[in-house]
Nanobody, 125 residues
C-alpha cells in the first residue's frame, strides 16, 4: 500500500504562486512507484492530468494549459520508503481553480494506482 498526503493548497490572487506537496509513504511499495502525477478537478468537469513525472529518469509531461507556468519535481528520502512530489504553480489564473490530486502508479506484480485525498486551490481574479 502507498499513502499519499497532499498539502499546500489555498486561496491566492491571479498572478500569484503556490507550491503543492504530496508525500508518498506507507510501505516498500514506494520503491516500486513508476510515475507520479498531479491531476485536478473542478465542479462539473472531468478530472484532468496536470503534470506527470517518471521515477526512472524524471521525464515530465504537462497539460498544454499549464506548460511554462507549472513545474513538477520529486525527491526520494534516503534509507526510508518515502518520496515527495511537488508542483510549483506560477502565474496562477482563475481557471486553475480546482481540487488537485496526487496519484502514484506502482508496479508490484500487477500495476496499481493510488490517489491522495486532494487539496483545494482557489485563484481569485
Amino acid at each position: 500500500q502507498v499513502q499519499l498526503v497532499e498539502s499546500g493548497g489555498g486561496l491566492v490572487q491571479s498572478g500569484q504562486s503556490l507550491r503543492l506537496s504530496c508525500v508518498a509513504s506507507g510501505s516498500i511499495f514506494v520503491y516500486s512507484i513508476t510515475s507520479m502525477g498531479w491531476y485536478r478537478q473542478s465542479p462539473g468537469k472531468e478530472r484532468e492530468l496536470v503534470a506527470q513525472i517518471t521515477t526512472s529518469d524524471n521525464r515530465t509531461n504537462y497539460a498544454a494549459s499549464v506548460r511554462g507556468r507549472f513545474t513538477i519535481s520529486r525527491e526520494d528520502a534516503e534509507n526510508t520508503p518515502k518520496s515527495t512530489l511537488y508542483l510549483q504553480m506560477n502565474n496562477l489564473k482563475p481557471e486553475d481553480t480546482a481540487v488537485y490530486y496526487c496519484k502514484s502508479d506502482v508496479r508490484v506484480g500487477r500495476s496499481r494506482e493510488y490517489w491522495g485525498q486532494g487539496t483545494q486551490v482557489t485563484v481569485s481574479s
